[in-house]
């Protein structure tokens, strides 16, 4: 049974850092895309970042870009989102999903099959 588990999440001030982690267990990804999503109260699923391990690209939403940095570890079988100067707009619960391709990263939701349970992250002002 494939499960991702995020952690890393956390409440800090506007301007701050946190990283979220994505640890998969249950599979081991030879081809395989990621997605970080997030969604706040009153608000719809949106996209963040992805990356595809057959052709390491990444994808950043432009509300993020320039402040988030997508990575992974295939020793770990996790991925990271680190995050930089976060805004207030920032809050959310961020959920990380994964898909078996070789099609490279993969930004619509709907291609995801695997998601996490999310974890909380809280931008102060």
């Known amino acids: 049974e494939v499960q991702l588990v995020e952690s890393g999440g956390g409440v800090v001030q506007a301007g701050g850092s946190l990283r979220l982690s994505c640890a998969a267990t249950g599979v081991t990804f030879d081809d395989y895309a990621i997605g970080w999503f997030r969604q706040a109260p009153g608000k719809e699923r949106e996209g963040v970042s992805c990356?595809?391990?057959?052709?390491?690209?990444?994808g950043y939403a432009d509300y993020v870009k320039g402040r988030f940095t997508i990575s992974y570890d295939s020793a770990k079988s996790t991925v990271y989102l680190q995050m930089n100067n976060l805004k207030p707009e920032d809050s959310a619960i961020y959920y990380c999903a994964a898909v078996i391709t070789s099609f490279g990263r993969l930004a619509n939701e709907n291609n995801y099959d695997y998601w996490g349970q999310g974890t909380q992250v809280t931008v102060s002002s």
């Open positions: 990356i595809g391990s057959s052709d390491e690209s990444r």
